[in-house]
């Protein structure tokens, strides 16, 4: 993208606050915050390397909403289950296609047996990500020393963001307490060893042979109450639409075959940078992998990866 289009790390160590008036009928103003994740180069190859590994097993996910890409059905799969939902197959009659209100594609069929026109948000083929469960992520993640390091580090800048967030009015005061009662949550969990979630980090540092403070064993675990995708393409066009995390944190790693033995630092110096781009805002944020970490809120903001998300990098987001 043209330079005077992009914004990038300020690089001084500071977060870089962008701003801007939606385009709707809101007082909800959307953001993204970038700022340094503080990992070395080790760090950031295994966790490529580890990825890399998992997108070569096509992992597959389902993704309803504009992100998605409207899968228009072939007569071969015209009652295919992932073609349409919520009814049974002699009970579907495609009529036509539509958008809905938001930025998500619906598809209109008539119901034989009641004669109905339904109109449902199904029909999305899955896309080339992954996407654990909270359970999946809290245990990958208690036995990878690396990913531990990423985490404690994107959830510190995440609890920064937080505060900004809060002295600069950039969110409701229902989002911000949705998101701060989070972490109380998680904060109470470690000090009450609820279900034993104190002793499960513990017990997981040793293993690792790791010394994690009280503050960091908060943090992993305040990481794991959001869900999380790993997305290995780049998603259509769209507006996020979860209104259950109103801030996502969101970083970049490249791609790193098996068989790569060079050294950590030339690996790292040979990942090619990701851009976000802000459609109606006219402008592209560069994120560097493993170096810079996004926190935004783009609810009523159309973006897109650029076309590097489905060749050299891929984007490991929490709080969808």
């Known amino acids: 993208p043209p330079k005077k289009q992009v914004i990038e790390n300020p690089g001084d160590g500071t977060i870089g606050v962008v701003v801007w008036p939606t385009n ?18 080790e760090d950031i190859v295994e966790i490529s390397r580890t990825e890399t590994q998992n997108i070569a097993k096509k992992p597959t996910a389902n993704r309803c909403g504009a992100a998605g890409g409207y899968r228009l059905p072939t007569i071969g799969d015209l009652y295919d289950s992932k073609s349409m939902s919520r009814a049974t197959k002699g009970q579907r009659e495609m009529i036509a296609s539509h958008t809905n209100g938001n930025t998500s594609v619906a598809v209109v069929y008539r119901n034989i047996d009641t004669g109905k026109v339904e109109v449902h948000l199904a029909a ?23 990913t531990i390091r990423k985490t404690f580090q994107e959830m510190k800048q995440r609890l ?14 229902g989002d911000l307490k949705q998101i701060y009662d989070s972490f109380i949550e998680s904060h109470q969990r470690i000090v009450d060893n609820i279900q034993g979630a104190h002793t499960f980090w513990s017990d997981a540092a040793r293993k690792l042979g790791l010394q994690l403070t009280f503050a960091q064993i908060v943090l992993l675990e305040w990481a794991c109450s959001t869900g999380e995708m790993r997305n290995h393409m780049a998603l259509h066009c769209h507006e996020d639409s979860n209104k259950s995390h109103p801030l996502e944190s969101y970083t970049l790693f490249g ?21 976000l781009a802000l459609v109606h805002v006219g402008v592209f944020v560069r994120v560097r992998c493993g170096l810079d970490s996004l926190h935004c809120n783009l609810r009523k903001t159309m973006h897109a990866a650029d076309w590097s998300r489905n060749l050299h990098n891929w984007s490991w987001v929490h709080g969808p």
């Open 24 to 41: 709707k009928a809101s007082t909800e103003r959307n953001f993204v915050m970038i700022s340094n994740l503080s990992l070395d180069n």
């Open 124 to 146: 999305y083929a899955d896309v080339f990500m992954n996407r654990p469960t909270k359970p999946q992520k809290k245990a990958a993640m208690s036995v990878c020393v690396h």
């Open 160 to 173: 920064t963001s937080m505060a900004l967030c809060s002295e600069l009015n950039l969110l409701e005061v």
């Open 255 to 275: 791609r790193v075959p098996i068989n790569d033995s060079r050294d950590a630092t030339t690996i790292r110096k040979e990942m090619h940078d990701g851009y």
